[in-house]
């Protein structure tokens, strides 16, 4: 994500125009640019759009009160699953220390907000906001940033420059470990079923895994890399798929755990025993992963830990201080269980 708009600090260090100084130069009343600039709602679509012109152009002096914001908006794509779970227990950590309550946004699904969404932000005045696998638009990126509300991205699905603050894990690094770790099994027919072809996570991961088999010297073969939406219904569907092959893999890499117990239900219809006749690999490290049957190897990110310092981010920007890293990468580590083994002989040969 990349882009010349000016940050909250380029518009505070200019100084920016008084509430009474846009409408003057927008021709409207002050009590016309307040509604606008607090998020109301019963302002006309051309007049906001007047006022946000002026207000991109000259910039926002927000009023100086004694108040302190009391809140952190956090966006997610979906709140369904541990994921989501282990997000919000981060954020609430830091918020708690820091006497903030959070507000919760849905996307359900999408990966930016909509339209109604940022009009409720500017009228609550939060302290920040955190979006997970997910990011503001540009137009409300600009609202955020000419009001002096700084937004952190954790998990963004783009690459976020250096622009915005970001929080994210070691993708790559993560992929490698998964499929060298089969390859150090003796696997050589390894698939992966991969996330979503936008998302910077996926893309990184499959690098990793690319750069796994490259360098073992293992030829990579399209049929066995199935692109999926990191949900379970992906490892279900493309791991049938894969385990009908007329060379079927002996080990899947899932991109994340999701996708691993959906290749389990796979593997238990077609009558495969997990690791025996197939071995599994996932990516996060939920909680779940470790009551899987059997135990599910997967490499960990600490997601909480990622949305706690994504939340120390908004409350350093908060307070007025420069952070001392834009971008923080967090490091993955394989955690091997019972899902895993090395490649056993084909129980089954067809012979002509």
């Not at 509604?35 to 006309?44: C, F, I, M, T, Y």
């Not at 049957?293 to 201080?321: E, F, H, K, N, Y």
């Amino acid at each position: 994500m990349t882009s010349t708009r000016r940050s909250p600090s380029d518009a505070a260090g200019r100084g920016g125009a008084t509430i009474a100084r846009i409408a003057e130069l927008a021709g409207v009343s002050t009590a016309t640019v307040s509604k606008v600039v607090n998020g109301r709602a019963e302002v006309a679509p051309d007049t906001r759009a007047l006022v946000e012109a002026v207000i991109r152009e000259h910039g926002y002096r927000r009023q100086k009160k004694a108040t302190r914001a009391t809140l952190v908006e956090l966006v997610l794509h979906e709140l369904e699953g541990a994921y989501a779970m282990e997000i919000i227990k981060g954020v609430e950590r830091v918020a708690g220390e820091n006497e903030l309550a959070v507000v919760l946004t849905e996307l359900h699904g999408r990966h930016t907000p909509g339209r109604t969404w940022i009009d409720g932000v500017l009228a609550r005045k939060p302290a920040g906001v955190i979006t997970v696998f997910s990011a503001p638009t540009p137009a409300q990126q600009e609202q955020l940033a000419s009001r002096e509300i700084p937004f952190v991205l954790v998990d963004p699905t783009s690459d976020p420059g250096h622009e915005y603050p970001s929080v994210g894990t070691s993708n790559w690094t993560g992929g490698l470990s998964a499929t060298r770790h089969l390859l150090d099994l003796g696997h050589r027919r390894i698939a992966a079923i991969t996330g979503p072809p936008h998302a910077l996570s996926s893309r990184a991961r499959l690098d990793g895994y690319r750069a796994a088999l490259d360098a073992a010297e293992v030829p990579v073969d399209p049929a066995l890399i199935r692109v999926g939406d990191f949900n379970v219904v992906d490892g279900l569907i493309h791991g049938r798929d894969l385990l009908r092959l007329d060379q079927p893999p002996t080990a899947i890499f899932a991109f994340n755990d999701a996708q691993a117990l959906g290749v389990y239900q796979a593997a238990h219809e077609a009558g495969l025993r997990i690791p025996h006749d197939l071995s599994v690999v996932g990516f996060d490290d939920l909680p779940p992963a470790q009551w899987a049957i059997p135990a599910l190897t997967t490499v960990r990110q600490p997601l909480s830990d990622m949305a706690a310092a994504a939340t120390d981010m908004i409350v350093t920007l908060a307070q007025g201080d420069a952070l001392p890293q834009h971008r923080l990468i967090h490091s993955t580590e394989l955690v091997v269980r019972a899902s895993t083994t090395t490649p056993q002989p084909r129980q089954h040969t067809t012979t002509t």
